[in-house]
């Protein structure tokens, strides 16, 4: 087992396809499948299950993949650390869906023009599935919201700094009576993210009155989706100021301010590279 081949089994993985893979990777279809063969035999287990050309991870393939992506995140950390003068390699970096719209696009052009060497790969998800990714050396750093407070996050061994601040806006259908307070609120159905999603939690505890059912949850997967919920009548949301000053023409909605939330910058006690470190220096000079 080598670094090469564990590569090749994360691409296949992350693209469910040999054909997609070694598109990816640069190599001959014949020699992504012999490699995956290899590794399996190797390793005496299935990692994959077959269907058509589809490949599916089985669950020892799963556990695999979280050893094989703090493995290859590890290497990849001894590698900058030989440069540390010279950001390059690969930076992950996490956000939750608000910042990454509303906040990073203008940072991130900056950060590139000053490493065009650093592979950055963004993705998204809640601040609990962030902090998790941190965590297992799925992500480099991520971009957080934590109410919590910094002490519960630097006792899982992770260090913070605030980055950014957003009002989070409690917003109502357009004819809802004004709101002062949670019992002044009449629609019961409540649109947000997933569990584990900051703003989600907030909306939900502060909408808790007591003698009152809890707000019923309509999941959905974006804030356009969280408008057009709030639109139609059947839910109340909850989002920051920011992301609805990125619409051209807002939906007429009312608008109740809730409070101010810090957005966090977490990474890995000890991690420093030279990436990051270029990175920090571009956050922090963020408007």
Known sequence: ??????????????EHSVTRAAQRLQRAQSNVTTRIRQLEEELGAPLFLRDGKRMTLTDRGQTFLDYSERLLALADEARQSMHPQRPGGRLRLGSMESTAASR????????HGRCPEVEL?????????LLD????????????????GREEIAQLDLEARPVFEEELLLVLPADHPPVADPADVQVRGLAGFAEGCTYRQIAEDWLSVEGRPPAKVQQVGSYHAILACVAAGSCVGI????????????????????????????????????????LREVLASAD
């Open 104 to 111: 990073l696009p203008a940072p991130l052009v900056r950060f």
């Open 239 to 278: 989002l920051p100021r920011s992301v609805l000053d990125l619409l051209r023409e807002p939906p007429r909605l009312r608008q109740v301010p809730l409070m101010r939330v810090e957005t966090l910058l977490v990474w890995r006690q000890g991690y420093a590279t030279a990436a990051f470190e270029a």
């Open 121 to 129: 790969e963004v993705s998204t998800g809640t601040s609990q599935a």
């Open 1 to 14: 087992m080598d670094l090469s081949s564990l590569e090749i089994f994360r691409a296949v993985a992350l």
């Open 133 to 148: 990714g941190v965590l297992a050396r799925r992500l480099d750093c991520a971009l957080v919201a934590w109410p919590r």
